[in-house]
């Protein structure tokens, strides 16, 4: 084990570390116990955390290279050196960063970010109302307001193969007298991350999570489209978290780090051979429709399901097939999730329990639904489904027509028979019970969650 941490410290690290230690002159120095030292090593690096996805490390104060992750903005070049003047002033906000190199995201390439006043990242491409659920970049996800101080901006930099975010001398909103925050997030072209943090004034599990989530950490999700069928030409989009990095808290204080290191994933393969003997952490399956390596759940969950993906890949071949022959079908299975749904419609949000379709969630899977009105034609599932000659909505049609026409004739003569009747058991009945008796509806504005929302490029 000794030689292990070893080879995670320089020499002229791992020297300084015995420099700075000081022993009682009646005790030998070969006398000081093995275990000892192990557990001064360890405490000062931690070992790589395996998160499937990244590998995790955390540097403390007393490492070098911990130093060096931090970027400092005074030695950077003063024209690429952005600071956001409505991030800088306002709370619960996001801006669009346009990034000039393609960023891996859980081997998603991105040229586009979202940085928000509230210490994160969010890297969808679904703009919501509640960004802090998922598919976000967290240094240090908290209720940061810059607008309560002068001092406070929010500041990113972008050299072509890196960009910076730095969230400088920012408070939390509902408890100024903490101090002030000053950390960032660097993402690198190779997928890499770095987390740094200069002041962090209080332990990060002591900030209040009441008004806004407290994160630190990663997470990514598939959009699904669901056809409602009470509604004509309105879909539903199902935002499905199918992993997520969660840091310890307690290891992020002043002068510390973060280094994530991206894993291989399925995505990265682009041939039928490598993708279904690849030896990674994951079981990738090639997709001859599509021309796709995947594990099944990635952001294309949608593409896989819609070209039925699982079932060509169950025989594991890599022979070309033919499929000019084929139609389209669209396999659906559920899974119980563990999450909640959370549907928005405007500037309102309901909870609702929902099933994901052909979805394995994690254990909190975090599901965001949007109505999103769609004007194409017919599905290819409809399309398939329809017989020429048949009309099975006609029926239904004039059924409903005829209902509808019953019950104004019902209405219509209740009314004539209470006009003509006032003294009646129904007149009075409806009497007590009119419109001025009726107890008001009280209903509350919002879910909960805390809402961001989007300003304009600087």
Known sequence: MLNKLQRNLNSSTFLSLFSSMTFST????????????LFFLFFLLQEDTDHNYYTSKTYSPSIALT??????FEQMEKDKVKIHGILSNTHRQAARVN??????????????????????IYTGDVLHRMLTATQYIAPLMANFDPSVSRNSTVIYFDNGTALVVQWDHVHLQDNYNLGSFTFQATLHDTGRIVFAYKEIPVEVSQI???????????????????????????????????????LTKTRITNSTAVEITPLPTCLQFTSCGPCIS???????????????????????????????????TKDKMCDIMDTTNRYATTIVTRATPRGEEVTATGDTATLATSQPPTSIPTDDDTKIALHLRDNQGISGESAVDRVPGEHPLHTGLILGILLVMLVMIAGVLITIYIYHHPTSAASLFLLERRPNRWPAMKFRRGSGHPAYAEVEPC
């Open 26 to 37: 009646n005790i030998d120095f070969l006398e000081i116990s093995s275990a000892s030292i």
């Open 208 to 246: 209040s999570s009441v008004n806004h989530p407290v994160k630190v950490g990663l997470s990514d999700a598939f959009v699904v489209v669901h056809k409602i069928q009470q509604i004509p030409n309105v879909r539903r989009r199902t935002i499905y978290e199918y992993h997520r990095v969660e």
């Open 67 to 72: 130093k060096d992750l931090w970027v400092n």
């Open 99 to 120: 990034l000039s190199f393609d960023f891996p995201f859980y081997g998603h390439f991105l040229r586009e970010i979202t940085v928000a006043t509230g210490g994160f």
């Open 278 to 312: 690849s030896q990674i952490n994951f079981n990738c399956s090639w997709c001859h429709r599509l021309n796709r390596c995947s594990s099944g759940f990635d952001r294309h969950r949608q593409d896989w399901v819609d070209n039925s993906c699982p079932d060509e």
